[in-house]
């Protein structure tokens, strides 16, 4: 696929020919007969024709006035509208309703519209609304709710169509077209994955259907809906496809959430106990401890803390259930003692503030020796990108839908590493014979500015590299990738500031710094945490301001 710069004015047009090619080629076994028929007559259409197609398709909703579809670059409108009419893909509704006219009409033609029925034609928009809202006013055609106008209201009416052929390429609902279509994509390069039949996600036509079924269910969500009522038309949204699986736990859990803040205790747990999302089990304790089930909560707790799934559950954990055992009436519960962490308190010229605290930390640490660097998360996650770099990249099933995915589709599923198991253990085995620090400078030098979810391009230097890669002991590396592989989306974050390096003795120390008034974060404290049990070197910096040079 060619990227095609916005210099081009018709730039959009020819991204959105792409997107109709990819989708034809990769996935022509799955669409039906009607889908087929359009992307071939889209392609035989003038290009004024095709142009105001798409931007139609790019612009929310279905119903366009006639004078807001004016654009330099297509000409004339009604020239351009002429085969889309004939082909009956856009029309002139024959009927719209209050609400409709309401999204379309200025509060100025409203007023003259409706001049006898409202008692307050000044009111705010929707207050407008509401009033004729009251009247119960039927639907009908624009010419009997706006007589003697001149304005047109056209219906775009192939937008369901165009969102099935927007999941196949994107993978998802939630991009829009602009995404995609009025993206610069000249300006950024992204890895080149092989596609094959076998590494699509959606396999049957059936299988497209269910997704957007599921989508559906999304948005009745977003638009608060009942969730009993969502629940209950999800009954039959089960699939054995993996992607679709995933889907649908994160939407069971959303609405289990839904569940829990209109205190619906009894559905919400009933949801989370069907939900195979990562946080469904600590969410069950918690909905118990809510609704003041303190004993169900605390054996819960006690079941799920003989054998936590992941760090942020022990976190929880170790909240919930010192509280449980006072709810209960047991003595207080006393914290393990661990060891201390390393604590710098620091007291800085009030000028430097307007540094920052970290850049202020940074300059003064430095001119005690070493290399200091502001990395905060980038340096931790830049060496897994590159050193993983394949694994990252691998052809999985569902991870890849287009040439210009920066991330696979799964980063943040739970069975991300386990899908990629192998690929990653010859990427992590590396940490092992120490050929870590030629692959990862290798993939440096031959990936320079790919798109990458982990690698931070604009911080990297060789220079930094190097540095790292002297000073950072490769099993404490290997300690922090897999940390970072058990919980891609709430590991990647959290990392202390600062890193000092001093390459000449092989050595590092982390700092992680809080200004005045700031406080640590949890993703900080597991991270803290972490460092202290498998002993990383890391700091924690307390800064404050005096007000003497």
Known sequence: MIAHSVDDPFYYLHNFRQVLLWVEQRYEDLLDDQELSFIRTFSQLDAPAQALMVRMVMRKGELFRSDRLDYAEIGDTWQALQPLQALGWVREPEQLALEQLFVLLRKDELARCFARQLSRPRAPKHELLAQLQALELAARPLAEWFPDSEVRILHWCLQP???RMRLLFFGNLYQD???FVLADLGLLRYEQVPFSTDSRALQQRAEVDLAIALHQCAERLEQGDDPVAILAAMQGLHSDNPWLSRRHARLQFALGQQCERLGDWAQALAVYA???HAQARIRQVRVLERSEQWPQAHALALQLAAAPANALEVQALERMLPRLARKLGGPPQRRQ???????IELELPREHAALGVEEAVRQHLAEAGGHVHYVENTLLNSLFGLLCWEAIFAPVAGAFFNPFQSAPQDLHDSDFQQRRSAVFERCLGRLDDGSHRQAILD?????????SPFVFWPMLSEALLQQALACLPAAQLKHCFVRLLQDIRNNRAGMPDLIQFWPEQGRYRMVEVKGPG???QDNQLRWLEFCR?????????H???SEAS
């Open 543 to 545: 800064v404050r301001w």
């Open 161 to 163: 169509l165009c969102d």
């Open 518 to 520: 700031d406080r640590l």
């Open 533 to 541: 049990a498998n002993g990383l070197a890391v700091a924690v910096c």
């Open 443 to 451: 993939c440096y030098a031959a990936k320079q500015g790919l798109q």
């Open 274 to 276: 069907q939900c195979s």
């Open 177 to 179: 077209w602009s995404d």
């Open 337 to 343: 003692r661990v060891a201390p962490l390393e604590l």
